[in-house]
């Protein structure tokens, strides 16, 4: 089914509302690693970006406590 522009309209509305867009680089390569790495741990690229981030952060945290 193709998206018609109320999909579109409705699509945009939402990640106004709701998410924030994060940009970031890695080494030629390296994100092919990373997709295959999400995909072998049934997550998304998105999903495990976000979660090795809260990790870090909950680890990080914990040391500074």
């Known amino acids: 089914m193709p998206r018609t522009e109320a999909m579109d ?6 990640e106004a509302e709701k ?10 390569g390296e994100k092919e690693k990373l ?10 690229f998105n ?3 976000c979660r090795a981030i809260a990790e870090a952060v909950e680890r990080d945290t914990e040391k500074s406590e």
């Open 35 to 44: 997709q295959q790495h999400a995909k072998a741990h049934g997550e998304s």
């Open 19 to 28: 998410v924030e867009r994060v940009v970031f680089r890695v080494p030629k």
């Open 47 to 49: 999903a495990f970006i």
């Open 9 to 14: 309209r409705a699509i945009r509305k939402y």
